[in-house]
């Protein structure tokens, strides 16, 4: 089979991390590029950051930067759960990886031109809001786009709102507007992939690079979930995009439609996602359920290729 030619929109980020490598490791893809945006932390850290994982993964895949701030309001980083540099705050040695000279837009464009390409997105959605507003009709040539975002019961950030769609909500509206293929994992189902200590345990043991900084950053991000949710179960959150592009059968998915709300004083950011069966033959498609002791199994063997 062909491989999957692929774009990483991401703002890295512990969970951002893990799905970066468990995509770089796997023969499925052919990741192109990882385009950064504002998000988790500043663009200037997302950057760095996503440079830093493909040293770490040892590939030759280009870094883009893309856009600083939201559309419409301030940027709030969320520093307090990956860390005030976005990976857990443990040290890192000058990235080798070059930023490319051209913005993260054009270069999607320019993908996009070259051939069947899908996206994974799993910041938020500023750089495809941009990307749609600067080419028109473009999100028609896209193959797939797969997002990590939103939720139908409960957010991560406010009682409604998922903290990708909620950093960027007007960014959101317009994507989920316009006439993408769209696959979106929400809270709804990222909460059933989770890792546990004896998965950080099983990373260490690897003796890797790889295996000992996912461990680390990894081990901050637990510390969170039990401040939060009273266990050190870590939510794979980003990873269920990758998950989804080279296990497609793993995760039931149903038709939905799916609108973000802009305003609202308790609801800004939310996504309401219409699962009534009119919508079972949408091209949207919403991740519904997974088994997460095959999710891990598949996630441990691809760490473990790398040495």
């Not at 192109?32 to 040892?58: E, F, H, Q, Y």
């Not at 950030?157 to 006439?179: H, K, L, M, Q, S």
């Amino acid at each position: 089979m062909a491989r999957t030619r692929l774009v990483i929109d991401t703002d890295p980020g512990v969970d951002d991390a893990v799905a970066i490598l468990l995509a770089l490791a796997s023969d499925e893809l052919d990741v192109l590029a990882l385009t950064s945006v504002a998000g988790n932390v500043s663009i200037d850290k997302t950057t760095l950051n996503a440079r830093r994982l493909v040293d770490l993964a040892g590939r030759d895949v280009v870094v883009a930067r893309g856009c600083a701030a939201p559309l419409t309001n301030e940027l709030d980083e969320a520093g307090d759960v990956h860390g005030l540099d976005g990976l857990g705050d443990i040290e890192w040695p000058d990235p080798v990886t070059p930023e490319s000279g051209e913005h993260a837009v054009d270069l999607l464009a320019r993908l996009i031109d070259e051939g069947p390409l899908t996206i994974a997105a799993i910041g938020p959605l500023t750089n495809l809001a941009v990307l749609q507003a600067r080419y028109p009709g473009i999100e028609s040539r896209v193959e797939r786009l797969v997002i990590m975002g939103g939720a139908s019961f409960a957010g991560n950030v406010t009682a409604a709102a998922e903290f990708n769609i909620w950093t960027d909500p007007e960014a959101a509206a317009r994507v989920f507007a316009g006439p993408w293929p769209i696959t979106l994992m929400p809270l709804d189902l990222t909460h059933q992939a989770t890792l546990h200590d004896d998965d950080l345990a099983y990373l260490r043991a690897l003796d890797t690079e790889v295996g000992r900084r996912t461990a680390a950053i990894l081990e901050p991000y637990a510390a969170y979930h039990d401040q939060w949710y009273g266990n050190r179960d870590v939510i794979m959150h980003d990873a269920m995009a990758i998950y989804e592009l080279i296990a497609p059968d793993a995760i039931e998915k149903q038709g939905a439609h799916v609108v973000v709300e802009t305003g609202g004083t308790h609801t800004r950011g939310a996504t309401v996602i219409d699962r009534r069966r009119g919508y079972a033959s949408s091209s949207t498609r919403v991740g519904v359920s997974l088994d997460n002791g095959a999710f891990v199994a598949v996630l441990r063997e691809r760490l473990a290729r790398y040495r």
